[in-house]
């Protein structure tokens, strides 16, 4: 079935055709710092349970594998990096996890919860086996509503959030053109992303940054103009230290139109590379410098 993309013209540069077939897209250059000749093959569990609403990039109807799935498995397969899918959180004991170099997480809500989407929660001492993991070494990245999971409440910030490095303060539903602006071209997947580009998508507004964060895309909220959304530009896309651990996230991934754009796909496939150790990067702490007083909000 071939879609009609003509929001490309909106997107990420233009730089991909106005149409686009309903597969993985060949991408033989997703990463523009790929990993050495004869590097090891990192295995990466690919996470997508989410309590609430599930986004259509991973919901599995009638196939075997969601669309941001099989995306992901295309890329791999031509960056050294194993993909394994699931949405089943039993799967998060330190017998399992030991097994893999890196988590990515696209979900959503209390993941140690039921929820309504039948498949099983991680339990209270998985997320803190994943979150010790990772403070041991393992790699992280986090995609989209990655950043509306695990909420904080009352009794304050969240250890998942705090490794993420940010969250979910509110959304709007329905989709919008805004502005990305580029602060590190040197990051992995980065240096072809343009200076200043506009997306359409859902957009997040986030709280809780971490002092820790590498910036790599500002939120350009002026570009912006519902509600919460009239605030001084924040992170969207960053890479952390957890530990000895690596963190990725981007805002960006609900629109199919952006995870077919080979943008997008250089960038985040330079953050899977980086978070499992393939590549390497510097994360020099630079949100203060970038987004003065962001962290305190």
Same mark, same amino acid.
Request: proline share 7%.
């Given at each position: 079935?071939?879609?009609?993309?003509?929001?490309?013209?909106?997107?990420?540069?233009?730089?991909?055709?106005?149409?686009?077939e309903?597969?993985?897209?060949?991408?033989?250059n997703?990463?523009?710092?790929?990993?050495p000749?004869g590097?090891?093959?990192?295995?990466?569990?690919?996470?997508?349970?989410?309590?609430?609403?599930?986004?259509?990039?991973?919901?599995?109807?009638?196939?075997?594998?969601?669309?941001?799935?099989?995306i992901?498995?295309?890329?791999?397969?031509?960056?050294?990096?194993?993909f394994?899918?699931?949405?089943?959180?039993s799967?998060?004991?330190?017998?399992?996890?030991?097994?893999?170099?890196?988590?990515?997480?696209?979900?959503?809500?209390?993941?140690?919860?039921p929820?309504?989407?039948?498949?099983?929660?991680?339990?209270?001492? %998985?997320?803190?086996?994943?979150?010790?993991? @990772?403070?041991?070494?393992?790699?992280?990245i986090? @995609?989209?509503?990655?950043?509306?999971?695990?909420?904080?409440?009352?009794?304050?910030?969240?250890?998942y @959030?705090?490794m993420?490095?940010?969250?979910?303060?509110?959304?709007?539903?329905?989709?919008?053109?805004?502005?990305? @602006?580029?602060?590190?071209?040197?990051?992995?997947?980065?240096n072809?992303?343009?200076?200043?580009f506009a997306?359409?998508?859902?957009?997040?507004?986030?709280?809780?940054f971490s002092?820790?964060?590498h910036v790599?895309l500002?939120?350009?909220?002026?570009s912006?103009s519902? %509600?919460?959304?009239?605030?001084?530009n924040?992170?969207?896309?960053?890479?952390?230290?957890?530990?000895?651990?690596?963190?990725?996230?981007t805002?960006?991934?609900?629109?199919k139109?952006?995870?077919?754009?080979?943008?997008?796909?250089?960038?985040?496939?330079g953050?899977?590379?980086?978070?499992?150790?393939?590549?390497?990067?510097?994360?020099?702490?630079?949100i203060?410098k970038?987004?003065?007083?962001?962290?305190?909000?």
């Open positions: 079935m071939v879609y009609d993309c003509l929001a490309l013209a909106l997107l990420l540069l233009a730089c991909g055709p106005t149409r686009a309903d597969r993985p897209p060949a991408a033989a997703a990463s523009d710092t790929p990993a000749p590097a090891p093959r990192k295995k990466i569990l690919f996470f997508s349970k989410c309590n609430e609403y599930e986004d259509a990039m991973i919901r599995r109807t009638n196939r075997q594998l969601s669309p941001a799935e099989e992901m498995s295309e890329l791999g397969k031509q960056n050294r990096l194993a394994t899918f699931t949405k089943d959180g799967m998060f004991t330190p017998e399992t996890m030991a097994k893999f170099d890196a988590f990515c997480f696209f979900t959503s809500g209390d993941l140690t919860q929820g309504s989407d039948g498949n099983p929660p991680i339990t209270a001492a %998985g997320k803190a086996a994943l979150l010790q993991a @990772i403070q041991e070494g393992k790699g992280f986090g @995609i989209h509503s990655a950043a509306d999971t695990f909420n904080s409440g009352a009794q304050g910030v969240d250890p @959030i705090k993420l490095g940010g969250e979910l303060k509110v959304r709007v539903r329905g989709m919008g053109s805004a502005h990305q @602006i580029l602060v590190d071209t040197n990051f992995p997947g980065m072809s992303v343009p200076a200043d997306v359409v998508e859902e957009w997040y507004a986030l709280r809780n002092t820790n964060l790599l500002m939120q350009d909220t002026a912006m519902r %509600g919460s959304y009239y605030a001084p924040y992170p969207s896309t960053w890479a952390q230290k957890y530990g000895q651990g690596r963190v990725f996230y805002s960006l991934g609900h629109q139109e952006v995870w077919l754009n080979p943008v997008f796909q250089q960038l985040l496939t953050g899977v590379t980086w978070a499992a150790g393939l590549v390497e990067a510097d994360v020099t702490p630079n203060d970038v987004a003065p007083g962001v962290s305190k909000q």
